[in-house]
Nanobody, 125 residues
Framework: QVQLVESGGGLVQAGGSLRLSCAASGRTFSNNAMGWFRQAPGKEREFVATVSWSGANTYYADSVKGRFTISRDNAKNTVYLQMNSLKPEDTAVYYC??????????????????WGQGTQVTVSS
């Protein structure tokens, strides 16, 4: 079993920044891909970003490319999502996820095995 706990969400004005963290426990962390997804009210959960096991490879949704950065610290069993130039349309619950079947390039929800409980991000205009 893997436990994922997100933190760092909150309320921010448009143009501002937030840094989300996701702490993992319960299983080896350094051999798997990690990802961030989000779900806005009334919408389906969507892919945001993923990082490979080493941190060397990252992929982003087009909607966040150039504004968000995903990274990981395997020594701390933690993955991060730095969000800059936030827009009201970024408002959503953000979920961290761990994939043990893929060590890079996982962009579909079905490729992930464990999920956090989510953290709310609200961007005001």
């Amino acid at each position: 079993q893997v436990q994922l706990v997100e933190s760092g969400g909150g309320l921010v004005q448009a143009g501002g920044s937030l840094r989300l963290s996701c702490a993992a426990s319960g299983r080896t962390f350094s051999n798997n891909a990690m990802g961030w997804f989000r779900q806005a009210p009334g919408k389906e959960r969507e892919f945001v970003a993923t990082v490979s096991w080493s941190g060397a490879n990252t992929y982003y949704a087009d909607s966040v490319k150039g504004r968000f950065t995903i990274s990981r610290d395997n020594a701390k069993n933690t993955v991060y999502l730095q969000m800059n130039s936030l827009k009201p349309e970024d408002t959503a619950v953000y979920y961290c996820a761990a994939s043990y079947g893929y060590n890079y390039g996982a962009r579909a929800q079905g490729q992930y095995d464990y999920w956090g409980q989510g953290t709310q991000v609200t961007v005001s205009s």
